[in-house]
C-alpha cells in the first residue's frame, strides 16, 4: 500500500521560506515520478513541480520557477520542495503525489497516490 505524508507547512511572512517534505512507505520514490501539486481556495489543484526517475526536473511556468525547487532523498525515500521568496499568492494546501511510471506530467489525474496534504499559509 501506497502512502505519502506530507511535513513542513506552517504559517510565513512574504519573502520567507518552507521546506516541505514528502515521506513515502510502500514505494521507491527513486523509481517513480513524483510530483508536488497546490490547491488554494476556491481553486483547482494546480501542477507546482515534479521530479521523474532520472532526476529531471519540471516547475509550473513562471510563477515558482527560479523560488521553489523540487529534490528527492534516495537514502530517506522522501521528496522535498524548497519554497523561497514565497509571496501571497503562494498560499494553498500543498500536496505529494507519485506517479505509476518513471515520468513526471502537470496533470493531476496521472497520479493515483496522494498525501493528505500540510498548509502553506504566506502573510503580506
Known amino acids: 500500500q501506497v502512502q505519502l505524508l506530507e511535513s513542513g507547512g506552517g504559517l510565513v511572512q512574504a519573502g520567507g521560506s518552507l521546506r516541505l517534505s514528502c515521506a513515502a512507505s510502500?514505494?521507491?520514490?527513486?523509481?517513480?515520478?513524483m510530483a508536488w501539486f497546490r490547491q488554494a481556495p476556491g481553486k483547482e489543484r494546480e501542477f507546482v513541480a515534479g521530479?521523474?526517475?532520472?532526476?529531471?526536473?519540471?516547475y509550473d511556468g513562471d510563477s515558482v520557477k527560479g523560488r521553489f525547487a523540487i529534490s528527492r532523498d534516495n537514502a530517506k525515500n522522501t521528496v522535498t520542495l524548497q519554497m523561497n521568496s514565497l509571496k501571497p499568492e503562494d498560499t494553498a494546501v500543498y500536496y505529494c503525489a507519485t506517479a505509476t511510471t518513471g515520468w513526471i506530467t502537470r496533470i493531476a489525474d496521472d497520479y493515483p497516490y496522494w498525501g493528505q496534504g500540510t498548509q502553506v499559509t504566506v502573510s503580506a
Open positions: 510502500g514505494r521507491t520514490v527513486s523509481n517513480y515520478g
Open positions: 521530479i521523474s526517475r532520472n532526476g529531471g526536473t519540471i
